[in-house]
């Protein structure tokens, strides 16, 4: 792939310089204007070539997935320019590397003609990837182009769940016969005279393509040409079947240092490998998902998307809040006779609201990682439990007790001061279970669990927290 890998800095300095390139063709274009409308033309085109020209030589040093990045970086009219500059070479490659966001924009920016052109540069496995994205009619229109292996190929990888392993693997893998010498695999290796990216093993598969073991390459250059396959495959290895989840492919690359691993049917036949950098391109995008789920977003979102578009993407979880709001405003409604007793009471909820919510928060989030590495089991919850209430018990009296003697200072009443480290402690002990109650409810009931956490269970403790308090109050002070 042309370009080359940039660091961040570069990455903004490019943005920068595509920015004033821009910025220059079309001051040039203003000043064409005001030329005599017999040479106009003649300006406007000159400027337009001189530009486009500059632009695309230092578009041509770029990787393409940095010029993926420039795109999101520009607002929508200046995006299409520089796509006009890349499409008809480096297209495909960018469309690949694009985010979700900005692949929807170019497939719906660009004419039919002009999207055949650049999906014709995109290989089947690249096709499946990104074919969610793609309209139907461009998709086929593609496909009929494909040999019909590569067809069967894009149909089963599209019969995959997004988040699984079948969808992530690559159909370029070397194999050899067990029966062969290191001699014969040695010799069939340079008459191919290529390697597919991230092999760092020879898969080994007998008459009927079942995978017996593997080689590393190294092993190759250290034992005797007339040396067995057989003799030297390594039989315990990591392999996986293509409905298995990614995440779990994400943990054994983590935990065993993989560079690649077979992937194979329920016949343990070989049909495909998980390489590196599919599991870590999957890593970024779930961990990109998480976090705009975790801030309430739908989905991912163009920054320069129009109002209604990003408004639509915002609204679900803000109506969720907007409801969990009116009923944390009921509860403190429910104690409005209270408060009007003691005003200082209004002054103090949202210290123990907001020490509950943190508290919830940050079990939360200590959950979904465990969940995430398989960690937390049905067996071990009690363990899981008891430790986090504990945690929380023990920040419960600290902090409390320093809320209590801030309040017996400002207040000086010993009642008052009481009521809240009390409520600290009963408020916290409730965070540590819904923090931990929420994810778990989650991923039973088959939901994401980054996906809306935080804003339920700062629901829940901001809820609990103001009646805890306004509850003691009432039974204390009152």
Known sequence: ??????????????????????????????????????????????????????????????????IADILEGLPFDERRRVWNVVCAERGGAVLLEASEAVRGWLVGEVAADELAQVLAQLDAEDLAWIAEDLPREALDARLAQLSSSEQQWVASALGYDEDSVGILMTREYTAAAAGSTVADLVARLQHDGRLPGQTDAIFVVDGRGVLQGRIALEKLLLVAPATALADILQQDIVSFRPDDEAQEAVNAFERYDLVSAPVVNHRRQLVGRLTVEAVMEWMHESSHEDLLGSAGLAGEEDLYAPVRESARNRAYWLAVNLCTAFIASRVIGFFETTIAQLVALATLMPIVASIGGNTGNQTTALVIRALALEQVRNDNLGVVYRKEIAVALLNGLSLGLVVALFALLLYHDWHLALTIGLAMVVCLFFAAIVGVSVPLLLKRFDRDPALGSSTLVTAFTDSLGFFVFLGLATLLLV
Do not use: C, F, I, W
């Open 1 to 66: 792939m042309a370009g080359n890998l940039e660091s961040p800095e570069a990455r903004q300095a490019a943005l920068r310089e595509v920015r004033r390139m821009l910025g220059r063709q079309a001051y040039l274009a203003q000043l064409a204007q005001q030329q005599d409308p017999q040479h106009r033309a003649l300006v406007e085109q000159l400027a337009e070539k001189q530009e486009a020209t500059a632009l695309s030589m230092l578009l041509s040093r770029l990787h393409a997935a940095d």
